[in-house]
């Protein structure tokens, strides 16, 4: 702990070291953008600026600058959050949130949960590629009362472009680590690259966003080849100031060879087919104070997977499900604070080979009311009570305040709790003599409780806190011993206390010519309260350290950043990893070239799956915008 202390110490004693000198305007421009961002709650939305608990926002323009190739390797950049790859170009990807299961975190397209009852596995297998998206938002910490259940351990809510001007943007690239291919895997080197095209046609009235992508990869080891495509629409038409309809649809589709993903070493053969298909379509009405804003969406999916990819008569299952998702919420503002309330229904079924068929209804309601006490105090206070079909009523209360204590710095604070819902393959999971679900499961239930402070002087930001999380009945696979097949059980308590600090600042050199740094730290020391001497998987993988730093550079057209991220996780090794990206504006054209890896660490973030080596890529995004 004193190590911890003395790191916050050093983050905290940056900026006394530093130049306080105002942003220059493309900095300003960036700030202004990120004080615009209203966070897309789908309770009550709130400002950037305004809001009072710990969110983290990744504005379009800092996804551009970075090494990253796809939105999983963006989000490994973000302090908290913990993206287990199975490959590069977005594979198959497991993501958490300060030390939590993937089962335990939630993401949203455009406030839309994809949640996929089959498994967590799937759940970022999402249809939009990096030039679509506007920003990004991540929330850290238990949020039933903002989106409802799973929320466990925060929400990724993934926001999609709505513009006013027409404009195209068009991104080819590749790459490769320049090493040949494993024997019986083909011959030549191994490397892959995409494409990806979103073209918006925008007007004072409306906005009609369409994307497409297709990215390959041969694989960077055995078979492990991916192919993925991806088709996006986002349209919003405003029949005036207070009315307006919102329609969305996307494809995501990945085939990609599943080597040692989940059964090592006798899945060396496997593969995995995975698609899904989201659908929403919704309206905004306001009425003076009150807004009233309905939307129904569907979620789909497909899941193949293959043991013996060459031989489908066995070991292959296959899996369907289906969320029906309706929702209506409301926001009243009165003289004392904006009240919101609403109601969501999701109905979920699923028909597989080796869970077989079920089906669930998940019934939600919730209150809140945000409002101030003078100039220096605003908080939120609310509650989400929630009916299940399987598993009856329950009710997540959550409050956050801030106080502000001048212009510069802020201390928050929440207290929030959140509910799990077991997944069907963690209920009905038949893979004799492997993996074997547990159907008197009950639903994993947490408090989080957090406070911070964060100062803010033009461009430098610093932010510091402590977060404590207990979870009753935590869900996790465990067996006696290697000769048993894993299995799930109510564990026990989890109970997780962590610190963070994050602070960043951008230097002004001359016209034209900026720098800037950013560096996040995060700790994590989890428990587990048991009764029983079990292995269990959870204590195996949680995430105990995590340090991002970064610098960035630009002189004219010229753009540099560097990237490196240390990561120790519970009962494995530390593995350090430095990115580099430069890029080169010329007109509407950017080149660009990074390199990912550069010093060749070997690691693993998922599975039996030894991470791609030292990669090297090239890129050229154009970009055409009305004037």
Known sequence: MK????????????????????????????????????????????????????????????????????????????????????????????????????????????????????TAHNMMNIPVPLSAIDHIEVLRGAAARVYGINALTGAINIV??????????????????????????????????????TGIFGSEKQSQLFSVSQSNSNGQRYNSASKSTRLFYNGNYDFNSNHSIQAMAG???????????????????????????????????EFGNFTISPRISDRYGEDDYRYFKDDLSKGRSLHYTNALMLELNTSLKTGIGTFGFGWESRLEKINSSNIGKHDRDNHGAYAELKSSLGEKIRGTLGVYANYNTDFGWQAYPGLDLA????????????????????????????????????????????????????????????????????????????????????????????????????????????????????????????????????????????LKHQFIAGIHYQINDFSFQLKNRWLKRELASAYNLTDVRVNYQCQDFVLYTEVTNLFDAEYKEAGAVPMPTRWFGLGVKYQWNEQ
């Open 251 to 285: 494809y995501a589709r990945s085939r990609f060879g599943a080597n040692g993903f989940y059964a090592a070493p006798g899945d060396i053969n496997s593969e995995e087919i995975v698609e899904s298909s989201v659908f929403s379509i919704s309206s905004i009405h």
């Open 160 to 197: 999609t472009k709505k513009e006013k001007k027409s404009s195209v943007t068009a991104t080819i690239q590749g790459g490769s680590s320049f090493k040949n291919k494993d024997e019986g895997d083909g011959s030549g080197i191994y490397g892959g690259g995409s494409a990806e095209v």
């Open 403 to 542: 106080y502000l204590l001048n212009v510069h710095w802020k201390i928050s604070t929440s207290i929030g709790s959140s509910q799990r819902i077991p997944s069907f393959t963690d209920l009905y999971l038949d893979q004799r003599p492997g993996n074997i679900g547990n159907a008197s499961l009950q639903p994993e239930n947490a408090w989080s409780y957090e406070g911070n402070i964060q100062y803010k002087k033009g461009s430098l930001q610093l932010k510091t806190g402590y977060f404590y999380r207990t979870i009753a009945d935590f869900i996790d696979w465990v067996r006696p011993d290697p000769s048993v097949p894993y299995s799930p059980i109510n564990f026990g308590k989890n109970n997780m206390q962590g610190v963070y600090g994050r602070v960043q600042q951008d230097f002004d050199l001359g016209e034209e010519h900026t720098f800037g740094y950013q560096v996040s730290y995060n700790y994590l020391n989890p428990t587990l309260e048991t009764s029983g001497e079990t292995q269990s998987k959870y204590t195996l993988e949680s």
């Open 3 to 118: 190590k911890v202390l003395a790191i916050l110490g050093l983050i905290a004693a940056i900026p006394s070291f530093a130049q306080q000198q105002d942003s220059l305007p493309n900095l300003k421009m960036e700030n202004n953008q990120l004080e615009e961002v209203i966070i897309q709650g789908n309770r009550l939305q709130t400002p950037f600026n305004q809001v009072n608990r710990d969110i983290q926002v990744i504005t379009q323009k800092q996804i551009e600058a970075l090494p990253a190739k796809s939105l999983n390797e963006v989000l490994s950049f973000v302090g908290g959050v913990d993206i287990r790859q199975r490959g590069p170009f977005g594979t198959q990807t497991d993501i958490s949130i300060d030390g939590g299961t993937s089962e335990q975190t939630l993401v949203l397209l455009n406030g839309v949960k994809m949640i996929d009852a089959q």
